[in-house]
Nanobody
Framework: QVHLVESGGGLVQAGGSLRLSCAAS????????MGWFRQAPGKAREFVAT????????FYSDALKGRFTISSDNAKNMVSLQMNSLKPVDTAAYLC????????????????WGQGTQVTVTS
């Protein structure tokens, strides 16, 4: 079992930046990857980025590549998401989760979801 806690969300103006963190505890070494997703009210959960624990290889949503950067500190069991040039459309709850699947863009293959952290971008 892996327990995940997100932090770092908040209110920011368009063009600003935020850095989200996901702290993991439990059997993290047994999981393949950790991913970030986001979900706006009334919308489906959307893939943002994922990072592989062992190789630190990263994968991004094509729509967000270049503005968002995922990174990990394996010693601290923490994954971060640096978000730059934020836009109002980035407003959502951001959640992290872990998976053993190679289908890393599919939220259904993830589990142990955190409670999420809210990001609100004002124009």
């Amino acid at each position: 079992q892996v327990h995940l806690v997100e932090s770092g969300g908040g209110l920011v103006q368009a063009g600003g930046s935020l850095r989200l963190s996901c702290a993991a505890s439990g059997r993290t070494f047994s999981r393949y990857a950790m991913g970030w997703f986001r979900q706006a009210p009334g919308k489906a959960r959307e893939f943002v980025a994922t990072i592989l624990w062992s190789s630190r290889s990263t994968f991004y949503s094509d729509a967000l590549k270049g503005r968002f950067t995922i990174s990990s500190d394996n010693a601290k069991n923490m994954v971060s998401l640096q978000m730059n040039s934020l836009k109002p459309v980035d407003t959502a709850a951001y959640l992290c989760a872990v998976t053993n699947s190679l289908s890393y863009m599919n939220p259904r293959v993830y589990d142990n979801w955190g409670q999420g952290t809210q990001v609100t971008v004002t124009s």
